[in-house]
Structure formats: C-alpha cells, structure tokens
C-alpha cells in the first residue's frame, strides 16, 4: 500500500533545511509551494500584476513519481531547487542579488509546504494550483518559468 497523507490539505508552512531532509515530514510525493519570509518568520508579501501575494510564495512545483523509482520527493525536489539543480533555483539564486536591494527581503529565508498525492494526480494538482494562482495574480510566481500543461 502506498504512503499517502490527506490531499485535500497543505501542510504547515517549514523552513526548507527541514523541508528537504528526506527522512522529513516531506519525504513522500506530490506538489510544493517554496515561499520568503521575514527572520521573524513572517510572509513577505509579493506585489504581481493583478494582486499582491500574501503568501511570499516564489516557486510551484512537483515531485517525480513513486513509480519510477528515483526518490525524488518533495524534499529531494527542494533540496534540488536549494542547490540550483532545476530552472526554479537557478531564477531564485539569480533573483537573490535582486532582492538584497529591497529592505522588505533583508534576511529573508525560505519556507515550504506541500500536498500529497497518488502518482496520477500528481501533474494535475501541480496545473491546478499554478492556473489558480494564475487566475489571481495574472501570472505565474517570480521563480517559476513555465506553466503546467498537464
């Protein structure tokens, strides 16, 4: 039988070295939001083109597929963007020598939260959660540069 932990919720908001343990709370498969947030812990709001994001939240992302036998879960996938092994690091790492100018990022660390599912919801629920953030901001979070066609 495979893990699986309650689709239909995020979990807690973690800071990413615990995220991407892999004997951590997100050493299973599904989706993943990364996000800034202020040394106090607090969401660093994002100004986009249709909305301010509350949430801070720079990447959407999934996970590979337990069928496949890689073990790349969640934590590995953030553990990836974390060492600048996917587009989503290479933009945040880019971004960083941005961001220092802005005092609202002074310090900032990142957070992340994830979504489990079976291996055949994985893709949609990754284009879900990309189109509804789509449909509120009018584009996709700064890190991310594609959508999900899936």
């Known amino acids: 039988m495979e893990k699986r ?63 496949q036998h890689t073990r790349r879960t969640v934590a590995h996938r953030i553990g990836e963007f974390l060492r ?9 790492a880019r971004a960083v020598k941005v961001m220092r100018r802005n005092p609202a990022f002074a310090g900032h660390r990142l957070q992340a939260r994830a979504r489990f599912f079976s291996d055949d919801e994985i893709d949609a629920a990754e284009g879900e959660t990309l189109r ?7 584009e996709l979070p700064p890190c991310n540069s594609q959508s999900s066609n899936r």
């Open 84 to 92: 600048r092994q996917h587009s989503g690091g290479h933009t945040y």
């Open 5 to 67: 932990r309650s689709a239909n919720r995020w979990t807690p908001w973690v800071d990413v070295e615990l995220a991407k343990s892999r004997k951590g709370p997100f050493s299973d498969y599904g989706i993943y939001q990364i996000r800034a947030v202020t040394p106090a812990g607090e969401p660093i709001p994002i100004s986009r083109l249709a909305a301010v994001d509350p949430l801070g939240i720079l990447y959407i992302g999934r996970s590979g597929y337990r069928r």
């Open 132 to 138: 509804e953030y789509f449909l509120t901001c009018a």
